[in-house]
């Protein structure tokens, strides 16, 4: 076995600010009260991330690019044969991956848009009529139920792969090393770029807050209504 380079650290920082903001913005939802207004700043939070990983999917390094791992027939067709030979994201792993992202966006791209009746409105909420932020509303709380489901399966697979294939795929993704068969590492070493461009790096950071400033413009940070119309609002809002 050798030990290699796979993650760099933007894409690793990117990983797990979204597990700590996604379980932020659950709980922040959960407990209501003044927390709600915390759940619509992590919800923008959440925005720039998802902005960050799909800029840094083209301007990233190796396994960080969509084109690297994006789950192509061909290449779902030759993993489940056994005949997939490669370090980063396998097909499955990368639907998986895809699927967590879009429900994720999902999630957050109607909260922009929602409402709670009463105290709360997403920044963007304005820009459409009220039926419309209903269902906005509507697909926010609901979308969480399979965005959940999604991260179960997701921590169940990486637990089956500790288990039952001896393939340690949290650790990569706190160090961003990798332990791989030599002729493997071999044959794909020359091929993989982990350095991070300061420029690439710049670029994918002044796209994901300008998208986040620009769409932060209306948002409310304070509350004007009672608290316990607050709190109506955190148990309509809890379906995050």
Same mark, same amino acid.
């Given at each position: 076995?050798?030990? =290699?380079?796979?993650? #760099?650290?933007?894409? $690793?920082?990117?990983?797990?600010? &979204?597990?700590?903001?996604?379980?932020?913005?659950?709980?922040?939802?959960?407990?209501?009260?003044?927390?709600?207004?915390?759940?619509? $700043?992590?919800?923008?939070? +959440?925005?720039?991330?998802? =902005?960050? $990983?799909?800029?840094?999917?083209? &301007?990233?390094?190796?396994?960080?690019?969509?084109?690297?791992?994006?789950?192509?027939?061909? $290449?779902?067709?030759?993993?489940?044969?056994?005949?997939?030979?490669?370090?980063?994201?396998?097909?499955?792993?990368? &639907?998986?991956?895809?699927?967590?992202?879009?429900?994720?966006?999902? %999630?957050?791209?109607?909260?922009?848009?929602?409402? #709670?009746? =009463?105290?709360?409105?997403?920044? !963007?909420?304005?820009?459409? #009529?009220?039926? %419309?932020? #209903? %269902?906005?509303?509507?697909?926010?709380?609901?979308?969480?139920? +399979? !965005?959940?489901?999604?991260?179960? !399966?997701?921590?169940?697979?990486?637990?089956?792969?500790?288990?039952?294939?001896?393939?340690?795929?949290?650790?990569?993704?706190?160090?961003?090393?990798?332990?791989?068969?030599?002729?493997?590492?071999?044959?794909?070493?020359?091929? +993989?770029?982990?350095?991070?461009?300061?420029?690439?790096?710049?670029?994918?950071?002044?796209?994901?807050?300008?998208?986040?400033?620009?769409?932060?413009?209306? =948002?409310?940070?304070?509350?004007?209504?009672?608290?316990?119309?607050?709190?109506?609002?955190? %148990?309509?809002?809890?379906?995050?």
């Amino acid at each position: 076995m050798k030990v =290699i380079s796979v993650w #760099d650290l933007p894409l $690793r920082l990117f990983h797990w600010l &979204l597990v700590v903001s996604v379980v932020a913005a659950y709980v922040s939802a959960k407990v209501g009260g003044a927390w709600i207004d915390w759940h619509g $700043r992590i919800g923008l939070f +959440i925005v720039g991330l998802l =902005i960050f $990983r799909i800029v840094w999917g083209f &301007l990233g390094s190796t396994h960080a690019r969509f084109k690297t791992f994006f789950p192509t027939f061909s $290449r779902l067709v030759a993993y489940f044969k056994g005949h997939w030979h490669g370090i980063g994201h396998n097909p499955l792993g990368a &639907l998986s991956v895809l699927a967590l992202l879009t429900l994720v966006a999902t %999630q957050v791209g109607s909260g922009l848009f929602a409402n #709670d009746d =009463i105290s709360f409105t997403g920044p !963007l909420a304005s820009l459409v #009529d009220k039926e %419309q932020s #209903d %269902q906005f509303t509507r697909w926010h709380n609901s979308s969480f139920n +399979i !965005l959940l489901v999604l991260v179960i !399966l997701h921590v169940v697979a990486i637990v089956y792969h500790r288990l039952i294939k001896k393939n340690n795929l949290v650790g990569p993704m706190v160090t961003g090393k990798k332990k791989v068969p030599k002729e493997l590492a071999e044959k794909v070493a020359p091929s +993989i770029n982990t350095a991070v461009g300061p420029l690439r790096l710049a670029l994918s950071l002044i796209i994901s807050v300008t998208v986040v400033w620009s769409v932060s413009g209306a =948002i409310s940070l304070t509350s004007s209504a009672p608290t316990e119309n607050v709190q109506q609002a955190a %148990q309509v809002s809890a379906g995050f």
